[in-house]
């Protein structure tokens, strides 16, 4: 409720993935503290996103769009002066390179002006009256009312905000909770929130989500839940909240992406995007190529290619220049991988490259595992981490059939250069999955472009034009003429 407040559930203390030499040895790095909300405190702040949304009423959902562009200009502006502190929390809270985190930062302010910019379109559609028959028609823009905002580790700042900044600018208030992982960068934003937007608008809270955020959803005062993370975490939230029919959802979730190396596919070009498509920051992103088909014809070629692509990566801390591989952010992470890999060696699989799954505490090297089949977790599930399954296929009805049982369907990449081919391949995959992509990786950007996907994978569509849609109805006021209104 724009007020910095005192908490009765004490500190949380967060430390790095990235580990330094201490007395005892090495160690995570010690990084600093976060505030534990109770579930009375965070009740608390629902009560304030509440009285400030006043059933639709309030100062926020009533100002016009231009005066609540202007809160958000002088908050972007309050942003970019925390700019240095900002990314070096990224980079020490998950791990994310430097230069990455950089880029995280720098696409999260492009995409705040892209927003502004979309909603001054949108607006003018408001601005317009219709007339038919004998009826005038004006089509408006209206918020949802309350919002619950909970962003994942792997883009703490800019897929937190691609949901948070449409959500506050369309006229509603918010709860936001910030990931796990990537808690300390939202800090120094506060103050920014807090002199930019009225009181109420925007209520941080910290702490464990298993504590504080079913009470929330039992209120049933939650009306959007926003969230980028697990399938699963969705569902039993969904589940909480009393009237469930009335709640709408905007969620981004898991993911397993295939890509698909045709006989007909230009071998570089695959190696070069399946690299960046499943090892860009250590394939902790849900668009990651997480399975690789590959046609047994080219199979030999291919995984000679593509190990040697990963032997030239550089892993190392991230503000070494140039580096590709750096920690990985959870702490359970490594062990889980190494699980992955043994599963699929008992199961008949081996790691073909040099060094392929070496650890060093939070630093893994990726690992190509082959052939990988149906038996393995690698097959199954999301690995979310720097591994590389490929299975070898014969007939191209097996990577569709693949994705027609799988239970996801966020994106797929499909390579060849037989213009036949990739035409007849885009109508089954487009209809299973949200985007293919051709003799490209898997990617939510640039950030205009719809973002979405089916089965367990989303539920709406976020990007700068959708976001403002997702957290908005289109509303209309009639007028019907009469002789006394008729001029
Ligand atoms: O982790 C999921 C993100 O939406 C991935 O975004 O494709 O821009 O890396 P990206």
Redesign the pocket.
């Known amino acids: 409720d724009g007020e910095m407040r005192k908490w009765e559930g004490g500190v949380s203390e967060v430390f790095s993935p990235i580990y330094v030499q201490t007395a005892d040895g090495l160690k995570r790095k010690f990084i600093g503290s976060y505030p534990v909300c109770t579930e009375t405190e965070a009740m608390e702040a629902l009560e304030a996103a509440t009285k400030a949304y006043d059933s639709g009423r309030g100062e926020w959902p009533t100002m016009s769009i231009d005066q609540r562009i202007k809160c958000l200009e002088k908050f972007t502006y309050k942003m970019i002066e925390q700019k240095d502190l900002v990314v070096k929390l990224i980079m020490w809270e998950i791990g994310k390179s430097f230069a990455d985190s950089t880029k995280e930062f720098d ?1 999260t302010v492009e995409y705040i002006h892209s927003t502004i910019d979309a909603l001054k379109d949108m607006d003018r559609e408001s601005s317009r009256f219709e007339i038919h028959e004998n009826v005038v028609a004006q089509i408006r823009r209206s918020p949802l009312g309350v919002v619950l905002c909970m962003g ?1 580790f ?2 703490p700042l ?2 937190t905000y691609t949901t948070l900044i449409p959500a506050i600018i369309m006229g509603n208030t918010v709860l936001f909770k910030p990931p796990k992982h990537g808690t300390l960068l939202h800090y120094p934003l506060l103050k920014a929130f807090q002199e930019a937007f009225p009181k109420g608008v925007v209520n941080s809270i910290y702490g464990r989500g298993a504590n504080i955020i079913p009470g929330l959803m039992k209120s049933g005062k939650i009306n959007v839940l926003t969230l ?1 993370g697990s399938s699963k975490v969705a569902n039993d939230l969904k589940k909480l909240h009393p009237k469930v029919n009335r709640l709408r959802a905007v969620l ?1 979730l898991d ?1 397993k992406n295939a890509a698909i190396i045709t006989p007909n596919a230009d071998l570089k070009v695959a190696v070069e995007e399946t690299i960046l498509g499943a090892l ?2 250590n394939g ?5 190529l997480k399975i690789i088909f590959v046609h047994k014809q080219v199979a030999d070629e291919f995984l000679k290619k593509l190990s040697d692509a990963v032997a030239a990566l550089k892993m190392d801390m991230p503000w070494v220049k140039g580096v590709n591989i750096t920690p990985v952010a959870e702490p359970d992470k490594p062990a889980y991988i190494q699980e992955c890999i043994d599963d699929a060696i008992a199961n008949g699989a081996a790691v073909v490259n040099e060094h392929g799954g070496e650890m060093a505490e939070s630093l893994i090297f990726p690992a190509i595992v082959y052939p990988v089949n149906e038996r393995m977790k690698l097959y199954r599930e999301e690995q979310f981490g720097p591994v590389i399954p490929v299975i070898p296929y014969e007939s191209i009805e097996e990577p569709i059939e693949y994705q027609i049982n799988s239970a996801h369907g966020m994106q797929v990449s499909i390579f060849s250069n037989d213009p036949e081919e990739v035409s007849s391949l885009i109508d089954p995959f487009v209809n299973l999955v949200s985007r293919v992509n051709i003799n490209s990786q ?4 640039p950030d205009v472009y719809p ?1 979405t996907g089916r089965k367990d994978s989303a539920e709406g569509t976020l990007s700068v034009v959708d976001g403002l849609r997702s957290f908005s109805i289109r509303s209309l006021v009639t007028t019907k003429m009469n002789d006394a209104n008729k001029h």
């Open positions: 696409r994942p792997n883009y800019n897929e980028i981004s993911a860009s920051f902790q992103r849900c668009t990651a898997c990617q939510r950007g973002f």
